[in-house]
Structures are given as C-alpha cells and as structure tokens.
C-alpha cells in the first residue's frame, strides 16, 4: 500500500544554461557525430570557439585511456564558461560500467564496475537552486545528441529549439504529465515518489497517475514515466516539443546494443526531446533514476531539458542522459 501522494518543494532556481554556456563536442572520425554537429552548431548559435573537434572510436565503450584522453582535450579547449557539454554522437556512450556523461562529471569510477548494485558517487547538483553546475559545484553536464540516425537528431535538435517558451504563459496551450504504475515489482519503486493526480494551478498542466499501459494514446505530453522492462507502445504517444520521457528499468542507457529492453534512444525515436537510461546493472536505488517530481518541477520553473534531468537524479553514474540539452518550454520568452 503506498502513502497519500503530495507534492514536494524543490529550490527556487533564477536563471538557466543558455547556449553561451555549452561547449559542442563533435567526433571527427563519426560521419553521424560531423553531420549532427554542424547542425546543431547552426540552429544553436554556437561560436567557433565553442566547438571541440575530436577523433574517438565509433563503439559502445571507451577504455578508461581513452576516456582520459578526452577529458584532457576538453579540459585544454574548453574554460571555466563552459558549464555543460553537448556531445554530438550516439557511441560512445560508456566507459566499461560508468556511462560516459556520469564520468564525465563526475570522474571515472572503476571501482563501482565491482559492485554495480552499491552506491555510486552523489551529485551534489541534484535538486540544487544552482544555473551554474561548473561554478558552483565543480561538475560539467553533458547530454548525449543521440538519435537512430542524422535525419532523426535533427528532428530532435528542432523539436528542442521549438520547446523554447512555449509553454506556462496565459494563453499557452495545456500539457498532460503521465505517471504510471506496472506490476513490474522491482521497476515501480518510483512509485512512491509520484504527486497527486490533478491540474497543476498556473501552469496548464494535468497530472495523470494511471496503471500502464495508458486506456487512450497519450495526448500532449511533457513528461512520461514508468518502471518496465518495454515500453512498445512508444509510437502511440503524442508528444509536445520539449518531452522528456523515461523507464526505470536496468539497460535503458545502452543505446546500440541489442536485448529484451526498451532502449532510451527508442523514447527518442517516438518524439521525445529528452531521456535517461542506465548502462550497466544498477539495481532498482531511486537515486540512480530521475526523481519524477524533482524533474518536472525544475523544468516548470525554466531549466532546461539538461538542468532540470541532471537536477534529478542523486547517484548519476551509471546513468546516460540523451536529448537536446537546451530545450526550455517554460523559460521566459
């Protein structure tokens, strides 16, 4: 039996990343990561000197020597302006069981591939009031452009630069949020953390908590959640630019390989501008997942896709984020 659902208060944030603050890493050696890049440099408004030009192998996996080359590559290129990454590619996407945006931030962790299960290392940026994650707490975002292939990232990339100020505004159009709960016993713990179900004053936006799968095709969505192994009724769900969308389930962050779960980069391919999964086994701790309320009442308040994710999740590690970093549906215009 789960408690009474209520909300939760989260800081108040004044500010959020704009495309000054982001470096754009692109793989040279990646036709996807060149094509996705360029693109994505132009409709951004990125300078050049906001762009790092790197040659990476093409696979799942880097080798923590690899990894260390190119965190000193961007440590030379990139200053203390630059408080998040966007890395134009889809692989890689690891380093052996830490996901490659986890150490990143945080420092590879060769330790935790012993006991994957435990806790991994906290961020202290979860939750946090903070629009300068670099300044204030040390750590560099990154978010993945990650899609099944160049016509398909660049249909993310516009949905992301659409999502802008779109939303939240008297006269704006309404959103639904979906929360929803399986049998899936290990995977539901989230559960525990959804809000009441109802309108949200001020801001336009249904809560919806339903047993999955949903009766009708989801209209309109910002945000959908659940804790399932698959989710093959992805492509019946009608997204708003900006949605953010993910499942609590083990291998969700392994983009290419292939398995009997549901893929973040399938949320992706179904209209998503966001979406999280992890790489290696984490066991079912709520804080290697996005915390549902943390995520969607940051976002509410104008951070963008990147801040509001990463302000969502405590243990980061493991866990890959993909999507279009700066897509802010609620920013001020």
């Not at 693109?39 to 923590?64: D, F, H």
């Not at 104008?302 to 802010?328: C, D, H």
Request: hydrophobic content about 40%.
């Amino acid at each position: 039996m789960l408690p009474p659902a209520q909300w939760l208060a989260v800081p108040r944030t004044h500010g959020r990343l704009l495309a000054r603050d982001l470096g754009l890493v692109v793989n040279a050696a990646d036709p996807y990561s060149v094509a996705v890049g360029e693109y994505y440099a132009a409709r951004r408004g990125l300078q050049p000197e906001q762009v790092l030009r790197v040659e990476l192998p093409v696979r799942a996996e880097l080798r923590p020597e690899e990894f260390d080359e190119l965190v000193r590559r961007i440590d030379a290129h990139f200053g203390a302006d630059v408080q998040a990454l966007v890395l134009a590619w889809t692989q890689p996407y690891a380093v052996a069981c830490n996901s490659l945006t986890g150490a990143l931030a945080l420092g590879f962790d060769a330790a935790l591939c012993q006991r994957p299960c435990g806790p991994s290392r906290d961020s202290t940026y979860a939750n946090s009031a903070s629009n300068r994650p670099l300044a204030d707490h040390g750590l560099r975002l990154s978010m993945l452009l990650a899609a099944p292939d160049v016509a398909g990232a660049r249909r993310l990339i516009d949905r992301g630069v659409a999502a802008d100020a779109s939303l939240g505004r008297p006269g704006a159009p309404p959103a639904n949020v979906y929360l929803l709960r399986t049998d899936e016993r290990a995977r539901n713990v989230r559960a525990w953390l959804y809000p009441p179900p109802g309108p949200l004053p001020g801001v336009g936006l249904q809560v919806h908590v339903e047993v999955a799968p949903p009766a009708e095709p989801p209209e309109r969505v910002l945000l959908l959640q659940l804790g399932s192994a698959r989710v093959p009724w992805l492509d019946r769900v009608h997204w708003l630019d900006g949605g953010l969308g993910d499942h609590l389930t083990s291998f969700g962050g392994q983009l290419t390989r292939a398995g009997g779960q549901t893929r973040a980069l399938e949320w992706i391919a179904s209209g998503a501008t966001a979406s999280y999964g992890t790489v290696s086994e984490p066991c079912n701790h709520l804080q290697k997942f996005p915390h549902p309320q943390w995520l969607l009442l940051h976002y509410l308040q104008g951070a963008t896709a990147i801040e509001a994710y990463w302000k969502s999740v405590r243990w980061p590690q493991q866990g890959l984020f993909i999507g279009e970093p700066l897509a802010a549906p609620f920013a001020p215009p």
